[in-house]
């Protein structure tokens, strides 16, 4: 009887310890999942968002869809670009505005020779 009583305690005491482990590595797990994929996605986001907020005339831009302009004029939730030099003007909300500058293909292909 005592080697039966014996026995269901190293089981219990050894599902314990499996129980903690299996806390600590699930705790492991999220806390690589937060630093390496949560954390540098909400910087960008806190990046993009003050880029957007601190658009003024004269800027270049270039927009999600890929036009390339010159703001002309900055509402509280939107912004006028001209295109070309028929100064056509189109308006865009300000989330639309991918970054300050014009990207070109040159650079892009440059920095992939570089690696």
Not at 26 to 47: G, H, Q, S, T
Not at 48 to 62: P, Q, Y
Not at 76 to 102: C, P, Y
């Amino acid at each position: 009887m005592l080697t039966q009583v014996a026995g269901t305690m190293l089981t219990q005491s050894s599902t314990a310890g499996g129980g903690i482990s299996m806390i600590v590595m699930l705790a492991v797990m999220v806390a690589i999942f937060y630093f390496l994929l949560i954390r540098p996605e909400n910087k960008k986001k806190k990046a993009a968002a003050k880029m957007r907020s601190e658009l003024a005339v004269g800027d270049e831009i270039t927009t999600i869809g890929g036009i390339v302009g010159t703001i002309c004029a900055v509402k509280e939730d939107t912004i006028v670009i001209e295109t070309s030099a028929d100064r056509v003007r189109i308006e865009f909300t300000k989330w639309a505005v991918s970054t300050k500058g014009t990207q070109s293909t040159e650079s892009v292909s440059d920095s992939k020779d570089k690696k």
